[in-house]
């Protein structure tokens, strides 16, 4: 009974780390930030399955949403309200682009590598316009720069 009884606690303690654990990072998005306007600021970020991210509106006039087809399979697609902080918990391992709906053709989008990410081909695949099209690139060389480092 005490064998069973440590297990249970041990059980417990170790299902209450688990999202104690989770990290919560900040976006923000600017309308000036150290790359230009009309930004999110980091536009990369690289996280774990269960963090979280806060995408703050630094300045008002933006919103935080997911781009169509350009986020795991198996995931939720997230709309944020223009001039609200929108909190986003990534639990599918993959790539996510993330764009401010009113600046997407001035080139404010993110991109979201959460884990292993599985779908990266098909993330780079989907096409963008504008700006955006260009930011993108230039992100997806980045990722591809530190993946290439890290090996």
Request: with cysteine; aromatic share 6%.
């Amino acid at each position: 009974m005490r064998k069973t009884m440590t297990l249970a606690t041990i059980a417990v303690f170790v299902g209450l780390a688990g999202p104690a654990m989770a990290a919560e990072i900040q976006v923000k998005m600017l309308n000036r930030g150290t790359d230009g306007v009309m930004v999110f600021e980091p536009a990369l970020v690289k996280i774990e399955p269960g963090d979280t991210i806060k995408f703050v509106a630094t300045d008002k006039g933006h919103n935080a949403e997911s781009i169509k087809d350009m986020f795991p399979a198996d995931s939720t697609p997230f709309v944020g309200k223009l001039g609200e902080d929108v909190k986003v918990t990534f639990d599918k391992p993959g790539v996510y682009g993330v764009k401010c709906l009113p600046h997407y053709g001035m080139g404010m989008v993110a991109l979201i590598v959460v884990g292993t990410p599985g779908n990266l081909a098909e993330a780079k695949a989907v096409p963008q316009t504008g700006k955006a099209k260009q930011v993108f690139s230039g992100l997806f060389d980045k990722l591809s720069t530190q993946a290439a480092a890290a090996k």
